[in-house]
């Protein structure tokens, strides 16, 4: 399991995720490309469930195959692209779990994140457009819930996906640091990725909680300023 966060604000997008991954009653933060953050052609993609879907991607990726040129101009595009997720799994990728079709439905969620939207995308593969955040996977209704009481305060998205993962993480067992954040831009896609999770120098690694403190103590500090000056 883990937790997505992806934050729309002033004009900037921002996509998290944390990087644990856990295999029964165990658990690793930090295995070799680890981290939840994947690269397409126009979007960045982030998935909460079976580390299998990353194994899938990465092949796809590598195979040079062509839902991989999906542009997720709009809602009817990346529903296109699950759609052809769904059929290339059950067509090339036909691996079962114990008693049932793993792949009857995908068992992950999502987010795709291009430079202006923020899509998430359910295990029934419905999906939704968000205007200024989303969080998906385990402990996303922290993440909501803190999202929800600073959105309006902080003014940094890149702070505001920072806490709300933080709050994943210090509220559900499924969810643990480092985080990864990564600003969301136009210049990042368009052109082919020499790896499915080649991030270049843009995405930030955040080995520990940081907490708030220091973010709501200026936000109060300005406001006594300006009430000084009237």
Known sequence: MTILVAVKKGGRIF???DRITT???EYFTDLVN???IIKLKHAYLATSGYSLLDNVLEHLHHSNHKIMENKFSSRADVFQFFLELYAELKKQYTLVDTGK???AGIY???LIVTATSIYGISNNLSVTEYPNYAA???GSDYSLGCLYATYDTISDGRELTRLALEAACHFCIYCKEPLDIIEVKASDFGKANKSYKDHGKSLTTIPKRKGAGNLFQ???KSNSTKRKSR
């Open 136 to 138: 998906k996977g385990a």
């Open 218 to 220: 200026e936000k109060t």
């Open 15 to 17: 996509l998290g995720a």
């Open 34 to 36: 680890a981290g939840k």
């Open 101 to 103: 079709e793993t792949y």
């Open 23 to 25: 295999f029964g009653n």
């Open 108 to 110: 992950n969620v999502f």
